[in-house]
């Protein structure tokens, strides 16, 4: 399941980025993640399966997240973008799943669909770097 992404790029503050995220094959989970320069990765957004959503609080209202099933891609719209916006975003997915609620739990260099359960997101993409200037 190649994840391959597209779209960063440096904006100033109060502006809009949307990323893409073109994926081939099945998967249960899908989200955006970020990271910044010393910082740990940090979930932003996920779809499941079913079109359901989660967003991050420091993003909610700002960042829609999104799939065209049609085109096998997965978006992130990104608007009123702040400078702490800043940094690498992925594209993961989880290449099988269970019956329980997808997350965007990140902790100790791992990034996971379900916690308790230790299943961590199995396919990421490369990375597009985002850039906002206040």
């Known amino acids: 399941v190649p994840l391959v992404e597209s779209g960063g790029g440096s904006v100033q503050a109060g502006g809009s980025l949307r990323l893409s995220c073109r994926v081939t094959?099945?998967?249960?989970?899908m989200g955006w993640f970020r990271q910044a320069p010393g910082k740990e990765r940090e979930g932003v957004a996920l779809?499941?399966?079913?079109?359901?959503?989660n967003t991050s609080n420091s993003v909610k209202g700002r960042f829609t997240i999104s799939k065209d099933n049609a085109k096998n891609t997965l978006y992130l719209q990104m608007n009123n973008l702040k400078s702490e916006d800043t940094g690498m975003y992925y594209c993961?997915?989880?290449?099988?799943?269970?019956?329980?609620?997808?997350?965007?739990?990140?902790?100790?260099?791992?990034?996971?669909?379900?916690?308790?359960?230790?299943?961590?997101?199995?396919?990421w993409g490369q990375g597009t770097q985002v850039t906002v200037s206040s």
């Open positions: 993961a997915a989880l290449v099988g799943g269970g019956n329980w609620v997808c997350e965007l739990y990140c902790g100790g260099g791992d990034c996971y669909a379900n916690f308790p359960l230790g299943v961590r997101y199995n396919r």
């Open positions: 779809v499941d399966n079913d079109g359901r959503t």
């Open positions: 094959g099945y998967t249960f989970c």
